[in-house]
Every structure is written in structure tokens, then in C-alpha cells.
């Protein structure tokens, strides 16, 4: 069940991802087209850009994300020995290097992880979730991070995070220039014209469509991770024990709307999610959608 769960949802990842790049292409050739008359010339830049967004975002993304939720790095383990002595020991389990250990001055139980890549990982937990966790639901859920460092999902944010800027920047240029009168005279016939008001829709819905896609696959690479500290602290109930008490959780008092995705619930919401298509604007899935799937492993 664990290894079934893992392979179905890493197979969903690629196809999120393909779609938040078909997303990115279809909009530079919008506005390729709508502004130049040059879909492929559109593409090329939107390109472009989304190398640019992502090599400024990937290179110092753990420092950047960090500022956003005010933080604070451990010096060393007296600090906060426990907190610190089982990111290591999950970390050695997952096989990946120590990350950066932070912790956030909030009464809400909360936890992330961020960065670029394995090397470069630092993760995070509330003084809330520290206070509220013993030590068998903190390694759940600092398993559930490690797991995130090891999939690589950290990256993977990264890249959506960039690509979903990329996106809004575009769409936001190509409306203020569509105001302004920056738009090129289409003189073609009727399917000219209907081509050219498709992309204009497809500019204006973009960064809606952005944010969806990216909260497909933070939902997504949940399941995954939970699965995953399953495997490395071969003990299901220690994280069924910590979401059990993350559904009594209040919201964050300090928290970045941009790194909602990141924690492992939501840490603007309670144990309330939507339902239909609200759903589809929940940075997680409901807490107890992941307890129940725990339960059978």
C-alpha cells in the first residue's frame, strides 16, 4: 500500500508539472500573439523570463522563505535540543545531509521545509508545535519534512513558485498594456479575431489558473510525504497523533500567504476545509483525508 501510494502520487506530480508548463507556454503565446502577431516569439520570452524568476527565487530560496515567516536559525543544538537532535536523527534516515534547523516564535502548531535542493534544505517548526508534540509525533512530523528534503519536493515548490510568478507577472504586464492601448490592430477575419479574444481570456484567467495548479500540487505532495514518514519512522501512529492535533490547531498569528503550501497544514485555516469546487483553493488536503489514508498502512 505505502510503495503503491508513493508511485501514484509521484505519477501525478509529472503531469501537475507538465501542466504548469503547457500553462506558462500558452500564455507567452498569447501575448506573443495578441501584441506582436508572433505566437512563437511569445514563448521564447516567457521563457526566458521563467529562467530569470527561477534562478533568483532557486538561489536563495531558504533564506527568502525564512524572512517571509520571521524565522529565527538555531545556533546549536542547546537551543532546542530535542527539536534538533530528531531533525538530525530523521535526517539521517532519510539519507540526506543535515538541514538548517529554524524555529518561529507562533503559538500554532506548525512545520515546513524549504530550499533548493537536498544540500541546501533548512526546516522550520512553530514554538507552538514544539510545545504540543511529544516526542513521537514530532518525529512524524519531522519525517513528513525530511521526506519532503528527499523527494526533492522542496525544489519542486521552487520551481512552482517561480513558474506561478512568471505567469502572473506576464498576465499582469499584458493587462496593463491591453489598457493602454499596446495591443496590435488585428485585421483578420472573424477567426482572427476569435483567436485573438481567446488569448485575451486566456491572459486575464492565467494567474487564477497559476494558483490552482500550484495548489494541486502542494495537496498532492502531501499525501506523499506523509506516506514517506511513514517509511522512515516505521511508525504510523506518532503522525496520525500530531494531524490529530493539528485539526484543533488555531491559525497562525504571523504567517506568508506566498509559503502557506509549504507547512504541513494550512496555517491560515483550522480543520474547516471547502468542499466542491471551494476545494479546489485549499493550500492542503483535509486533515482527516490524511489520517484516514495513514490508517490503512
Request: proline share 4%; glycine share 8%; net charge negative.
Amino acid at each position: 500500500m505505502l510503495y503503491q501510494q508513493i508511485a501514484r502520487n509521484k505519477r501525478k506530480t509529472v503531469l501537475v508539472v507538465a501542466v504548469f508548463f503547457l500553462l506558462l507556454a500558452l500564455v507567452g503565446a498569447a501575448i506573443g500573439y495578441v501584441f506582436a502577431g508572433t505566437a512563437t516569439g511569445g514563448v521564447i520570452v516567457a521563457a526566458i523570463l521563467a529562467l530569470i524568476y527561477l534562478s533568483v527565487v532557486g538561489g536563495q530560496s531558504a533564506d527568502m522563505v525564512m524572512r517571509m515567516n520571521n524565522a529565527q536559525e538555531l545556533r546549536d543544538a542547546s537551543q532546542a535540543p530535542e527539536f534538533y537532535h530528531v531533525v538530525e536523527d530523521m535526517a539521517l534516515a532519510a539519507n540526506v545531509p543535515m538541514p538548517r534547523v529554524f524555529i518561529i516564535d507562533d503559538p500554532s502548531p506548525n512545520a515546513f521545509a524549504t530550499g533548493s535542493d537536498p544540500q541546501h534544505a533548512a526546516v522550520a517548526a512553530t514554538t507552538g508545535l514544539l510545545s504540543q508534540m511529544n516526542r513521537e509525533e514530532l518525529e512524524g512530523v519531522m519525517g513528513h519534512e525530511m521526506s519532503h528534503v528527499r523527494n526533492y519536493d522542496i525544489r519542486l515548490q521552487t520551481v512552482a513558485m517561480a513558474l506561478a510568478g512568471a505567469i502572473t507577472f506576464l498576465a499582469n504586464f499584458a493587462t496593463h498594456a491591453w489598457w493602454f492601448g499596446g495591443s496590435r490592430d488585428n485585421d483578420d477575419d472573424g477567426g482572427g479575431v476569435l483567436v485573438a479574444v481567446g488569448a485575451i481570456l486566456l491572459i486575464f484567467l492565467a494567474p487564477l489558473a497559476a494558483t490552482l495548479v500550484q495548489l494541486a500540487l502542494s495537496r498532492n505532495r502531501e499525501y506523499l510525504a506523509d506516506a514517506g514518514s511513514v517509511e522512515l519512522t516505521r511508525n504510523p501512529q506518532g503522525l496520525i497523533a500530531a494531524l490529530t492535533k493539528l485539526k484543533e490547531a488555531q491559525p497562525m498569528k504571523q504567517s506568508s500567504a506566498e509559503c502557506a503550501s509549504l507547512y504541513i497544514s494550512s496555517p491560515h485555516l483550522n480543520a474547516a476545509h471547502g468542499r466542491g469546487l471551494s476545494a479546489l483553493f485549499d493550500t492542503h488536503p483535509p486533515l482527516d483525508a490524511r489520517i484516514a489514508r495513514l490508517e490503512k498502512m
